[in-house]
């Protein structure tokens, strides 16, 4: 079956805009999470939805947000664009029982803010 | 909260050397544990992942790792490293109470031919 699909793979803003990120999970899986990831900070969790719920979120500013849509697909908005946000910015589509339990990941949209 | 500990952030080995990655767990209960591997500027590829049974896993690419309950590790093995698994390993942990991975910091792996 295909894998994640995230778009676009590469942006670059300017301080002050916003941005839409996109991601499309494996067919049937209805969980997808959004990670950051930086060279200071690591792999850090942003949020994570299910069945167009929002069901955890990370310690992210307001700016930060998200949705699902009703075939799974999801979105990540920023707002008001800092310096510091940029960065990899990778979706996990996840299956979460049985033997097919866990994580697979897109190859992630690289955000550059300039 | 659970954590993951990764104590080394570089290793370099010789091509046909094995290679042993840390992995170190904080968490009360047996988490979901996994290896992930990146390559620069891409995704995070599942090598292997533990839930519970047999505590030696074997994974893609040639890569086993061992659940060891009593030194909470979860610690990434091949017997022969290649050129090619030079990157960047991830070890990850999983509990039931929220469906997210926390991760450790990363090993950057560098083979030498």
């Known amino acids: 079956k295909a894998g994640v699909t995230q778009t676009p793979r590469y942006l670059i803003k300017t301080r002050g805009q916003q941005v839409t990120l996109s991601c499309s999970p494996i067919?049937?899986?209805?969980?997808v999470s959004w990670y950051q990831q930086t060279p200071g900070q690591g792999l850090q969790f942003l949020f994570e939805?299910?069945?167009?719920?929002?069901?955890n979120k990370g310690n992210f500013p307001g700016r930060f947000s998200g949705r699902q849509f009703s075939n799974s697909r999801s979105e990540m908005n920023v707002s008001t664009l800092e310096l510091g946000d940029s960065a990899l910015y990778l979706c996990?589509?996840?299956?979460?029982?049985?033997?097919?339990?866990?994580?697979?990941f897109g190859s992630g949209t690289r955000l550059t803010v300039v | 909260a659970q954590s993951v500990t990764q104590p080394d952030i570089h290793i370099t080995v010789s091509e046909g050397a094995s290679l042993e990655l840390r992995c170190n767990y904080s968490?009360?209960?047996?988490?979901?544990l996994f290896w992930y591997v990146q390559s620069p500027g891409q995704g995070l590829q599942l090598l292997l992942k533990?839930?519970?049974?047999?505590?030696l896993v074997q994974g893609i690419k040639g890569f086993e790792a061992e659940f060891k309950r009593s030194q909470s590790s979860f610690n990434l093995r091949k017997p022969s490293v290649h050129w090619s698994d030079a990157a960047e390993y991830f070890c990850a942990v999983h509990t039931g109470t929220a469906s997210k991975l926390t991760f450790g910091t990363g090993t950057r792996l560098q083979v030498t031919l």
């Open positions: 996990a589509s996840s299956f979460l029982r049985g033997l097919d339990y866990g994580y697979t």
């Open positions: 968490y009360g209960a047996t988490p979901y």
């Open positions: 533990y839930f519970s049974g047999d505590t």
């Open positions: 067919s049937g899986h209805r969980s």
């Open positions: 939805y299910f069945s167009e719920t929002q069901r």
